[in-house]
């Protein structure tokens, strides 16, 4: 309590996924006086594995639990008085909502607004919401000179990204009406160590490695931006400190690649061969192009990325090689085995 007493306390609600853990981590480095306490339900996606090397770290407490649970979550808040809240939690598979909406509408949706009224109840200094690009839905692959502002309209196009919208729009009501501070970040696709093999470089860095078929949805032309994940966390720690009341941030690197040059890349690097791509049936609703035009993060925050697209690839393709375990317990389902045996009887204890 008392050690607690003099930190500045920052909640990361979703740290035991891809980039609630990056960002665990980047925190806990930079800044010696802050606590981090980590709300995940370790959904699917949640994997307490990631988060072994602080665990006994006295200033991290991870705390398993549901930020649509009003109860836990007003109770946790009555006991830490963060002084810093960062929702990354979250369902974040398209594909995934695809199948089955609802859950996103629940976790994106309602689950941030669970969090903001406790932020309201309690105090914050800065409730920040983690948001994609997703919410300006696509631009057209013909039209390389237009990028997403922070002006550009909402407009949606999977039941993700539109849970993700809604959950902008409340943030920005709350801040209106309630006067609760407020900031949004909207990135545009991160990669990097521990991202759930379910996305698309680490399915394809691990398939590749299995000598597996590749899928590629259509003709592998639609472009994301990729991002380094650690330029993504380094911009979040600019917005919560300096970032101004209210705004919102677009993050971006300008590292725009068709889904194919990604494979193909990847294959190179594995020098596996590119008979293992194998094109299969389109994603419905598929969104053609995302670039971001960061400018407004460079020149209020001085928010730059550090890592290429070249370095960085090269690194997370690395990363898979030297963490085989992590991902093979994934794809086996053992990381359901190794939370129970790990901390079965610890939930929601203080590490
Ligand atoms: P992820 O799926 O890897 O991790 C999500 C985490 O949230 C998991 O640990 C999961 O257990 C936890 N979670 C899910 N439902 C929860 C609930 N009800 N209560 C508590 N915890 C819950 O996601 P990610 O890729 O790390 O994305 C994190 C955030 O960043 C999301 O909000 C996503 O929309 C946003 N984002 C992601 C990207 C990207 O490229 N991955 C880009 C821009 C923005
Ligand atoms: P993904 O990693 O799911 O991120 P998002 O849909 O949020 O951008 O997918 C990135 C791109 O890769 C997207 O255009 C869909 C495509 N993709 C494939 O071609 N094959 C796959 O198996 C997956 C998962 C994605």
Excluded at 51 to 80: C, P
Aim: with cysteine.
């Amino acid at each position: 309590m008392e050690v607690r007493n003099r930190l500045m306390n920052v909640l990361v609600t979703g740290g035991a996924g891809f980039i609630g853990s990056n960002f665990v981590f980047y925190m806990l480095n930079k800044y010696p006086d802050y606590r981090v306490v980590c709300l995940d339900l370790l959904t699917y996606a949640g994997n307490l594995s990631t988060l072994e090397t602080v665990m006994n770290n006295q200033r991290f407490r991870f705390v398993k639990g549901d930020i649509t649970d009003k109860e836990l979550v007003a109770n946790l808040f009555k006991e830490e008085r963060f002084d810093y809240v960062v929702n990354f939690a979250a369902e974040s598979h398209v594909d995934r909502s695809i199948e089955d909406p609802s859950i996103f509408l629940k976790t994106n949706i309602l689950g941030t607004q669970v969090l903001m009224d406790a932020s309201r109840a309690y105090g914050v200094k800065r409730f920040h919401q983690v948001s994609t690009d997703e919410v300006y839905g696509d631009l057209p692959l013909d039209r390389p000179d237009l990028f997403f502002t922070e002006k550009t309209p909402i407009h949606t196009s999977s039941p993700y990204s539109a849970s993700k919208a809604a959950a902008d729009l409340l943030v920005q009501a709350y801040n209106r009406t309630f006067k609760l501070p407020i900031t949004i970040s909207r990135c545009s696709n991160n990669y990097g160590p521990y991202q759930f093999p379910e996305k698309l470089i680490p399915l394809m860095i691990s398939r590749a490695l299995k000598d597996d078929s590749l899928p590629v949805y259509g003709k592998g032309e639609n472009v994301r931006d990729w991002l380094y994940v650690e330029d993504h966390c380094a911009a979040i720690d600019l917005i919560i400190h300096r970032g101004k009341d209210g705004e919102v941030y677009n993050i971006g690197g300008h590292n725009e690649k068709t889904n194919l040059e990604v494979v193909k890349t990847i294959l190179k690097e594995l020098d596996k061969p590119e008979s293992l791509i194998t094109y299969v049936k389109d994603r419905a609703g598929h969104d053609m192009r995302y670039a971001i035009d960061p400018s407004k993060a460079r020149s209020e925050l001085g928010w730059e990325p550090t890592t290429s697209f070249d370095e960085g690839i090269k690194q997370t393709i690395k990363w898979y090689l030297d963490n085989r375990s992590w991902w093979e317990n994934i794809i086996n389902g053992d990381y359901q085995k190794y939370y129970t045996r790990m901390y079965g009887s610890r939930e929601g204890a203080t590490a």
